[in-house]
DNA sequence: ATAAGTGCAAATCGTTTGCGTAGGC
DNA sequence: GCCTACGCAAACGATTTGCACTTAT
């Protein structure tokens, strides 16, 4: 409703996909100095019952954050923390599998896929 | 070589499969109290440097360590934390495609896959 | 007026580090 | 003796919480 909250709409409609809380908080202070670290959480926190985003356990480094839609995963660099976006449908097999082998329900979206980007992997 | 190291390395081969540093620290210091965290800590690291360790990030809750044994991912449940091994062959497809279509070598063991386990999906 | 949103500072959790010491070789 | 492993306490990064204050509605 207010400031802040809407600030951060604002920021995660323009540009970028993906936030970490600190990112987010930054790019608030530039647009509008004096916003708190703690605000940040809790709005993305109210965001996030909202279903209106969505957050990703990245494995290297913190928690990042985006616009809800479903039907894409993450990859996540160990060495250089790049996310690349993914069609969910990567995913089928192991979903199957689990459901019918394991009777596991995997959620998709809410833990970033581990392993090196095509830069990373020459450059070793 | 020392006691903390061999002790470790008594519990990991004892029992569980999967330890948290804390639940590390806590069996430690239940067989030989005065044990501090960072030598556990400190112990984990040398063992993965000895490639001995494997460390799995669980997106929920903290990172568990476990021998090294190639050929197996985890699927972490996000209600209960229980933890359930699985053939790496789950992976097949994700990492082909990973592969062949972002040129993205998937770490198929170094982070946890999310979800409901049976228990949980039916309490719900 | 009432409830929600905010700032600030302190607390928490998991993990790391600096430093002085003790023990294996 | 020397080098590594250890214990302790303090430091850290990410996130959460308590509390008092402001502001939409």
């Known amino acids: 409703m ?4 809407r600030l951060v709409l604002e920021i995660l409609f323009d540009g970028e996909r993906h936030f970490s809380a ?5 790019e608030l202070d530039r647009r509008s100095p004096g916003i708190s670290q703690s605000t940040v959480y809790r709005v993305l926190q109210r965001l996030g019952q909202l279903q209106i985003i969505e957050h990703v356990h990245s ?15 993450h990859l996540v ?5 790049s ?12 979903t ?8 596991f329900t995997v959620q998709t979206h809410h833990a970033a896929i581990l392993g090196r980007c095509a830069n990373c992997a020459t450059s070793s």
Chains 1, 2 share one sequence.
């Open 59 to 73: 494995g290297v480094g913190s928690t990042f954050y985006h616009l809800r839609q479903h039907n894409h995963a």
């Open 83 to 94: 996310i690349t976006d993914v069609p969910d449908t990567i995913f089928e097999q192991l």
């Open 22 to 26: 600190d990112d987010l908080f930054e």
């Open 77 to 81: 660099c160990t060495d250089c923390g």
């Open 2 to 5: 207010t400031g802040p909250t």
């Open 96 to 103: 199957q599998t689990a459901q019918t082998d394991y009777s």
